[in-house]
C-alpha cells in the first residue's frame, strides 16, 4: 500500500493525563486536521487549512474523515504462545496455567510453529488499532527469534523477551538459571535496539523461578540498566501464598522482586491486584509500571485493579492497560478499556473516555518508557496511526444518532468498540492490513 504523506481527518492524542492535567491541558483535538509524515514519522500536526497549502504537488493525502485518527493503541502485556490458550475453560490462574498453558508452550520450541503464531499475533495486533506491544514468548529461544523477525520485516515497534523459568512447570519448559541467563543474553545481543525492537527481560514470575533464577534475571537488569523487565505480580490469592511460602525471608511478593533489583523505571509488572500500600510505594519510588489486565482478571476470577489506589500513592504509580492474552479475552484494546470501566465501577470509581484513550495510547508509552517514540502527535514521533469509527456496528450507529459531543463519541467507542472500530492501521506512515 506504500507511504503516504499526509494524513486527514479529526485528529485526538494526548498531551498529558486529563485526570492529572485536566482535559484543557491534557486533550488535543482537531476537526479537520492534517498530519503531515516524512520517512515514517510525523512532520506537522495542525489544521489542514493552513497545512494543506504547504503540501508539494502530487502529495498523497489520504482523508479519513469523518473518523477519528489516533496515535496506534499500545499493548504492554501480553503473551505470544497464548493465541490458542485464549477461551480455555478452567478454574483459578494456576489451574489454568497447568492444564492448558504449559502445555501448549511446549509447542513453542519449534521454529515454525512459533514463526505461524508471530505471523498471525501481529497481523491480529494490528487489526485491532495496536501498533506496539509488550510481549512474553515462550521460555524457546525460537519464539523470540520468530516474532522479532516477524516484527522487524514489519518495521513494528516491539517488546519483547524469553520467558525464564526454572521450576513449577513441565520439565520441557524449564531452563536453569545458567541456561536461562545465556539465552537471554545471545538474544539481547543479537536484537535489542535492531531497528525498532527492544528485549525485555522476562522472569514469568516468582511462583517459576528459583533465587537462582532471579540473581540471575538481577544480573541481566544491571548490566542493561536501560532495558525493559517484565514480570507478574500479585494477581491470584493462591499465587500470593506460594510466594510468601516459597521466598518466607520476604515481607510480601515484591520485595521479592526488589531484592533481586527488578523494581524500577521501565519495569512492567502485570496485574497488581492485592498489593499492600508499602508495595504500590515501592513501585511508585521506582517509577516502575503497574498493568492492569481487566479482562484476563474477571475471566480468571483474580479481582479488581484498584487505580484509585495506584493514583493515590506517593508518588503515584505509573499505570498501563494490556489485554494478557490468552488469560485475557480481547485482543482488542477498545474491548480491554470496556473491562476496566466495569471493574473500576464495581469499586466506585469511574474512568472517563478521554482517561480510557489517553492509557491506550500515550499513558501506555510513558509506563513503556517509549513516550519520546511513539503514543502521542508530535513532530520527530514515529507515524503510527489507528483511524476509528464511532458508528462501525449497526448498535454503535444507532447510538451515535444521539451523540452530540467528542466525550461522548469516545465512550461510545470504548463500550462498544472493537476490531470492527478499527478503519485503518498505519505503522510508519504506511497503512497495513486488508481493509
Ligand atoms: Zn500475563
Partial sequence: MGAVDAVRGRLLW?????????????????????????????????????????????????????????????????HLPQTQVIASYAGHLLEWLQKYTFVEEQKYADPEIAAAASRFFLDELLRCGTTTAAVYCS???ASVEALFAEAASRNIRLVAGKVMMDRGAPAPLLDTAETGYAQSKALIEKWHGRGRLSYAITPRFAVTSSEAQLEAAGAL?????EMHIQTHLSENDLEIATVARDFPWSEDYTAVYERYGLV??????????????????????????AISCPTSNLFLGSGLFDLAAMRKTHP???????????????????????????????QDQRLTPFEAFHMMTLG?????????RIGAFRPGLEADLVVLDAGATPAMAQRMETVETLFQELFVLMMLGDDRAVKATYVMGERTGTR
Wanted: hydrophobic residues 45%; contains cysteine; proline residues 5%.
Fill in 264 to 289: 524500577r523505571r521501565k519495569a512492567l509488572f502485570g496485574h497488581c491486584i492485592h498489593l499492600s500500600a508499602r508495595e504500590r510505594r515501592a513501585l511508585g519510588e521506582a517509577g516502575a509500571a
Fill in 364 to 372: 501506555n508509552a510513558e509506563a513503556l518508557g517509549l513516550d519520546d
Fill in 221 to 225: 537488569a544491571a548490566e542493561h540498566p
Fill in 316 to 346: 503515584p504509580v505509573a499505570v498501563g492497560l494490556a489485554t494478557d492474552i490468552g488469560g485475557g479475552t480481547s485482543y482488542s484494546m477498545l474491548a480491554t478499556a470496556s473491562e476496566l470501566y466495569k471493574v473500576l465501577a464495581l
Fill in 14 to 78: 494526548f498531551e498529558a493525563d486529563p485526570y492529572l492535567a485536566g482535559e484543557e491541558e491534557a486533550v488535543r483535538y482537531v476537526e479537520d486536521g492534517l498530519l503531515v509524515l516524512k520517512d515514517g514519522l510525523v512532520e506537522k500536526v495542525g489544521e489542514a487549512s493552513s497545512l494543506l497549502p504547504e503540501l508539494a504537488e502530487g502529495a498523497r493525502i489520504v482523508d479519513h474523515r469523518p473518523h477519528l485518527v489516533l496515535p496506534g493503541l499500545i499493548d504492554p502485556h501480553l
Fill in 139 to 141: 521460555v524457546h529461544a
